[in-house]
């Protein structure tokens, strides 16, 4: 039988975590879940702790998540990466909230002209048809992966970006 887990040692680690980075609720549960058991009451221990933790401005999603939202966005990341990058670890509207309270004031046209630039220069794409087809799915494909809607970035593929240098 192992030893009862003290709600002090819980707090600890919890800050611990807490003073190397911003870290979501959920994933302090996780963390802490592993370091300590799956029991019930030692659950329900480390829930408290951490209720107690936010409530004492400790522990913050929003922080937390306009922290993340910082880190992503200069990867060159879009809004659709960033909501399925900031679910998976626990946030699911807080950097949206975030975003409307101009805490970040990010125009999206011109982060997805950035990351196409990086990527792909200004090259034009090829004259021939099938070549042409191949290289503007591949690109199109590209901008999607990083998260950006079509709005953001079809000019860019159909040729707007020569007509602009």
Not at 14 to 41: I, Y
Not at 76 to 81: A, K, N, S, V
Request: glycine letters at 4%; a positive charge.
């Amino acid at each position: 039988m192992s030893r009862p887990v003290n709600p002090a040692d819980i707090r600890r680690s919890a800050m611990d975590l807490l003073s190397r980075r911003e870290h979501s609720v959920e994933e302090l549960v996780t963390k802490l879940k592993r370091r300590f058991g799956n029991e019930p009451n030692t659950v329900a221990l480390i829930v408290e702790q951490l209720e107690r933790l936010t409530a004492q401005g400790l522990q913050s999603d929003e922080r937390y998540a306009a922290s993340m939202l910082r880190q992503q966005i200069s990867k060159g990341l879009g809004p659709r990466r960033l909501d399925r990058e900031l679910r998976a670890k626990g946030i699911r509207d807080e950097w949206q909230n975030c975003a409307e309270a101009d805490q970040l004031d990010v125009d999206w046209f011109e982060r997805a002209r950035e990351v196409y630039l990086k990527k792909f220069g200004v090259s034009p794409l090829p004259q021939d048809s099938k070549l042409r087809q191949k290289e503007w799915a591949r690109r199109a494909r590209f901008m999607q992966y990083r998260g950006f809607e079509p709005d953001h970035f079809m000019s860019l593929l159909n040729g707007e970006l020569e007509q602009d240098l």
